[in-house]
C-alpha cells in the first residue's frame, strides 16, 4: 500500500510539475539548481549533507529510508529560501517549493508504512 501511495504521489508531482512549467513559462532548471549564490547558503548545504552522511556511523540503527525524505525536503527549502532571495525573477523557487512539498510527503508515508 505504502508502494501504491508513493507511486500516486510521483504521478502527481510531475503532472504540477508539467502545469507550472506551463502556466508560469519557466525554463527547465536543469542541473545549474546546485549553483549557489552565496557563500552561506552553500555552506549550510555542505555542512548538512556532511551531517546526514555521517548519521548511519553515529546512529547505527537509523531508517535512512524515512530521513532520506526528509532531508531531501530540507535542502530544497533551502534551495527555495536562496533562489527566492537571490533569483526571485527567475521563479525557479517554485520548482524547489514543490520537491521540497512532495519529498515531505514521501517522508511521512515511508514513516507511516515502513516504520
Known amino acids: ?3 501504491l501511495i508513493i507511486s500516486v504521489i510521483i504521478i502527481i508531482y510531475i503532472f504540477i510539475n508539467r502545469a507550472i ?3 508560469l513559462t519557466i525554463s527547465r532548471r536543469g542541473f545549474r539548481w546546485i549553483q549557489h549564490e552565496n557563500k ?3 555552506t549550510i548545504f555542505y555542512c548538512g549533507i ?3 552522511l555521517s548519521i548511519p556511523f553515529i546512529f547505527p540503527n537509523a531508517n ?3 530521513l ?3 532531508a531531501f525536503a530540507l535542502f530544497d527549502v533551502l534551495t527555495s529560501v536562496e533562489q527566492f532571495l537571490y533569483k526571485k525573477e527567475e521563479k525557479v523557487y517554485y ?3 514543490l520537491d521540497a ?3 515531505l510527503n514521501i517522508g511521512i508515508v515511508a514513516f507511516i508504512f515502513f516504520s
Open 50 to 52: 556532511i551531517v546526514y
Open 1 to 3: 500500500m505504502g508502494y
Open 40 to 42: 552561506l547558503f552553500a
Open 95 to 97: 520548482y524547489s517549493l
Open 64 to 66: 535512512l529510508f524515512i
Open 21 to 23: 512549467k506551463k502556466r
Open 101 to 103: 512539498f512532495t519529498w
Open 68 to 70: 532520506m525524505p526528509l
